[in-house]
Structure formats: structure tokens, C-alpha cells
């Protein structure tokens, strides 16, 4: 009986399998509607009863394949603290530590509900490819955040002593130019804090060239790592 389930919940090429892996990928669609419509304000009651008895269904139905994946898991604690076994998991938590919390908490518990977007994930090829390679890539991706970190405060710290004087409502200290260095980097410019003086003009075309570069290594380290698995990884290798 453990095997025939395995072989339901887990990739395999079977009728069952596919049809349970798109009933899954319904429902992960049909939650995701139910939860932008619980947002419109004039909703009548009758609809909200509705749309609540469709988010119980869902996070039924996802509560008996989080149970069935931990019941064929040959190793339970390593799938339970695994990448898809969090994401099974934060995608029903919210429902039931929503009983018996103020209206603000219950707001930020319904953000968790996005999670469920992530179980696509196990049911897609191509998604599974660039999840492997972003997790061969762990390594170069922090510490390019940590050289991003590093940059975004010396812009911070450049144009705040460049425009302090000229513009202190803007510019009053480094906490308050963080955001100007933040959008010129990943090159969004807002355009609501800008620098009016010669020498923050210069020093902010030099950091825009920074963020041009900043923008594509990201893109290239992940580029490379997903040609490399495309590559080694044989065609049914992958598995949910």
C-alpha cells in the first residue's frame, strides 16, 4: 500500500500520478484566485462563505498530500525540513494558526498563502532545472549579495556628503540616502530623490554603471549553473 501511494504522490508515469499532479495544480491556481478575490471590498456574504468553503477544501486536500509525502518519505525528518517540504507546509500553517488571532496578524498569516505558488514548482521541468541550478549557485549568489550590500552603503555614504548641504530634507543622513542608493543601483530611478549638485551628478553616473554590471552578474551566474544541469542531468532525473 506504501508503494502505490508513493507511486501517486511521487513522479512517476502512471495515470493516477499525472492526475493527481494536475488536481494538485489546480487546486494550487484556484487557491491563489480565491485568495485576490477575499481582498475586494464590497463582497457580499454570501460569496465570502463561499470562497471560505473553497480555501477549507484546499487546505484539506494539501494537508493529506503534506501527511501522504511525510508517509512515504524514506527519510521523514530530511523531507520535512527540505526546500519542498517547508513550502508544503507554510502553504497550510496559515489556516490553522488563523483560529484565535487579532484581525492584523490574520492579515500577515494570509500573506503565507502565496507560498502555495511555489508547490508549481515540484510539477514543472523547467522550474525544477532553475531551482537546482539557484541552489548550485548558493555560493557566487551570496556573496554577490554581500558585495551588493557593501556597494549600496558607500553610495549611501557618497552622495550623502555630496548632497547633505544642498538637499537635507532628502539627503539628512546616510540611514535617509540608502533609498536613493538602493533604486539607483538596480538602476529603477524613481525619480522622487535625485542629486542637484555637480559632484553628486558625476558620482551618481558612475554608480548607474555599477548597477548596470551589478544587474547582469546574477544573470550570468545562473545562466551558466542551469546550462550545466540541462546538461548532466539525464531526462526522468528529476523527481518530486
Not at 36 to 56: F, H, Y
Not at 177 to 203: E, H, K, N, Q
Amino acid at each position: 500500500m506504501k508503494q502505490d501511494i508513493k507511486n501517486i504522490v511521487e513522479y512517476s508515469n502512471n495515470k493516477r500520478s499525472k492526475f493527481f499532479g494536475l488536481f494538485i495544480q489546480f487546486l494550487i491556481i484556484l487557491s491563489v484566485i480565491t485568495f485576490s478575490l477575499e481582498t475586494l471590498p464590497n463582497l457580499s456574504a454570501e460569496n465570502r462563505q463561499l470562497l471560505n468553503a473553497i480555501e477549507i477544501f484546499c487546505v484539506i486536500v494539501f494537508s493529506i498530500e503534506y501527511i501522504l509525502r511525510i508517509y512515504v518519505a524514506e527519510r521523514k525528518f530530511k523531507f520535512i525540513f527540505s526546500f519542498f517540504g517547508l513550502i508544503d507546509l507554510f502553504a497550510i500553517l496559515p489556516f490553522y494558526l488563523s483560529f484565535g488571532i487579532d484581525l492584523r496578524s490574520l492579515r500577515l498569516l494570509r500573506l503565507l498563502r502565496l507560498f502555495r505558488l511555489l508547490k508549481l514548482v515540484r510539477y514543472n521541468r523547467a522550474m525544477l532545472q532553475f531551482t537546482k541550478a539557484m541552489l548550485m549557485s548558493k555560493e557566487q549568489i551570496i556573496l554577490f549579495m554581500g558585495v551588493t550590500l557593501i556597494l549600496i552603503y558607500f553610495s549611501a555614504v557618497g552622495i550623502y556628503y555630496f548632497e547633505n548641504e544642498a538637499q537635507p530634507e532628502h539627503f539628512s543622513s546616510i540611514f535617509d540616502s540608502l533609498w536613493w542608493a538602493i533604486i539607483t543601483l538596480t538602476t529603477v530611478g524613481y525619480g522622487d530623490v535625485y542629486p542637484i549638485t555637480i559632484g553628486g551628478r558625476m558620482f551618481t553616473f558612475f554608480i548607474l554603471l555599477i548597477g548596470l554590471g551589478i544587474v547582469a552578474i546574477p544573470t550570468g551566474i545562473i545562466s551558466s549553473s542551469l546550462t550545466k544541469v540541462v546538461e548532466e542531468e539525464p531526462e526522468n532525473s528529476f523527481k518530486k
